[in-house]
T-cell receptor, first 108, second 114 residues
């Protein structure tokens, strides 16, 4: 079945820094890749997505890059704020598989 | 905004007991999902449903049953709870059958099996 791997598992940065979260998947049938953010003790919330016919998508401080050939995605977060501290999950559409998440801590 | 509510939010059960986790969504989504979240494992899919009366096995269905009696409700049933089922359980709903749309999550149900 599909496997989704996410790296790194954790990140600690100073406020204002940029971060990069990487995600790889295995199933070529996956065509849709949503990302979610989970603040401590809260539900997962959708933050950005990309479809397999796109290479890049940007919304506010988030940029999502997609490489269909290498089955790789990257989420770039710029000008981080303490409110960005959360676990970030990559997922792949074929039966909605999730990576293990990246714990981001932004220090003020 | 999509509304998915879970109950109970916290549950302590004894080994061998029966546990039912309930999920209700008010957005007329066809698809509903149950996941468990454990440290180091992300979210793992237990059961899912494409509509009332349908349930499908996910990746880790052993020890769990699911029931979808209506469009709005999707339950996860642990007939004989075990300590290994201690976890946080999330329900989610989505509107696209081809799994090409975002999911809307409930707030989670923390289950402790003693």
């Amino acid at each position: 079945g599909e496997q989704v791997e996410q790296l790194p598992s954790s990140l600690i940065v100073q406020e204002g820094a940029s971060v990069l979260i990487n995600c790889s998947y295995t199933d070529s049938a996956s065509v849709y890749f949503p990302w979610y953010k989970q603040e401590p003790g809260k539900r997962l919330q959708f933050i950005i997505d990309i479809r397999s016919n796109m290479e890049r998508k940007q919304t506010q401080r988030l940029t999502l890059l997609f490489d269909k050939k290498t089955k790789h995605l990257s989420l770039h977060i710029t000008a981080t704020q303490p409110g960005d501290s959360a676990i970030y999950f990559c997922s792949a559409s074929s039966r909605i598989f999730f990576g293990d998440g990246t714990q981001l801590v932004v220090k003020p | 905004e999509a509304a998915v509510t879970q109950s109970p939010r916290n549950k302590v059960a004894v080994t061998g007991g029966k546990v039912t986790l309930s999920c209700n969504q008010t957005n007329n989504h066809n698809n509903m999902y149950w996941y468990r979240q454990d440290t180091g494992h992300g979210l793992r899919l237990i059961h899912y449903s494409y509509g009332a009366g349908s349930t499908e096995k996910g990746d880790i269905p052993d020890g769990y049953k699911a029931s979808r009696p209506s469009q709005e409700n999707f339950s996860l049933i642990l007939e004989l709870a075990t300590p290994s089922q201690t976890s946080v359980y999330f329900c989610a709903s989505g509107e696209r059958r081809a799994n090409t749309g975002q999911l809307y999550f409930g707030e989670g149900s923390k289950l402790t099996v003693l």
